[in-house]
């Protein structure tokens, strides 16, 4: 655990807890405030030591400002997060990184199938890597991943990652993410996608870079001993 949150494992994790802890302390701030004054007024006012009430019109100037003033501190916090909510929006949706790993991950009832480039550096070659339910990435180093479903709806869900992304029939999404902390992660599917929902969990594993080197040489030898002959 790091602090209050599950473990920090990618590079922009931290920035989405702030702008979860951000909306936490500002609507929190909001709701106990709101709750406070009314039972305020429910004892201050409570009719065994109130007067009569008398009707008011709410235009009165001295009554108009309760309602104007806590109006314009709220569209000033609701300005607040909607600028933090960009600004994570845009790094964590719509900023992929220039050079980086490709991964492929591929969803369907009910397991994920993760497939890395060989030797090449292209995807969908005979040198391919493929795994089965099992995640295996370099710490520190970018990953453009391609996410696809192979029969309903899924959702690709790393929580030490903060990733939660929807995969759709029929289309290739990409995101991204670089690791940042080394160990072994849960992957989920967050989306209810059939019986075996449940069922559908993996792995993830984050080396440093001598040990994933060591990884993919051990997983390239095998793909290229069920490569066929070239002779």
């Known amino acids: 655990m790091a602090g209050f949150?599950?473990?920090?494992?990618?590079?922009?994790?931290?920035d989405i807890d702030g702008l979860i802890l951000?909306?936490?302390?500002?609507v929190g701030f909001w709701f106990f405030l709101t709750e406070l004054i009314l039972f305020v007024f429910i004892i201050k006012y409570r009719e065994s030591k109130s007067p009569k009430s008398s009707y008011v019109t709410g235009k009165e100037a001295?009554?108009?400002?309760?309602?104007n003033w806590p109006h314009v501190l709220i569209l000033v916090c609701?300005?607040?997060?909607?600028?933090?909510?960009?600004?994570?929006?845009?790094?964590?949706?719509?900023?992929?990184?220039?050079?980086?790993?490709?991964?492929?991950?591929?969803a369907q009832q009910w397991g994920w199938t993760f497939q890395y480039p060989g030797e090449d550096g292209e995807l969908d070659t005979p040198d391919d890597i493929t795994t089965i339910d099992e995640l295996y990435l370099q710490v520190d180093q970018e990953y453009i991943y391609n996410l696809e479903s192979k029969d309903v709806l899924?959702?690709?869900?790393?929580?030490?990652?903060r990733?939660?992304?929807?995969?759709?029939p029929g289309r290739r999404i990409k995101g991204w993410f670089t690791p940042i902390l080394e160990g072994n992660f849960d992957i989920q599917c967050a989306?209810?996608?059939?019986?075996?929902?449940?069922?559908?969990?993996a792995s993830?594993?984050?080396?440093?870079?001598?040990?994933?080197?060591?990884?993919?040489?051990?997983h390239r030898t095998q793909t290229a001993a069920l490569l066929p002959d070239k002779e």
């Not at 951000?22 to 500002?26: A, E, H, Q, S």
């Open 5 to 14: 949150f599950p473990d920090i494992a990618s590079s922009y994790a931290s």
């Open 22 to 26: 951000l909306v936490g302390v500002i």
């Open 62 to 67: 001295h009554l108009t400002r309760w309602i």
């Open 78 to 106: 609701d300005v607040v997060l909607i600028v933090g909510a960009i600004r994570v929006w845009v790094m964590v949706k719509q900023t992929l990184p220039e050079e980086a790993q490709e991964v492929r991950v591929t």
């Open 154 to 161: 899924h959702s690709f869900s790393v929580p030490a990652f």
């Open 163 to 168: 990733l939660k992304q929807d995969a759709i």
């Open 191 to 201: 989306e209810i996608c059939g019986l075996g929902h449940g069922m559908m969990a």
């Open 204 to 218: 993830l594993t984050v080396h440093n870079a001598e040990d994933h080197a060591a990884w993919l040489a051990s």
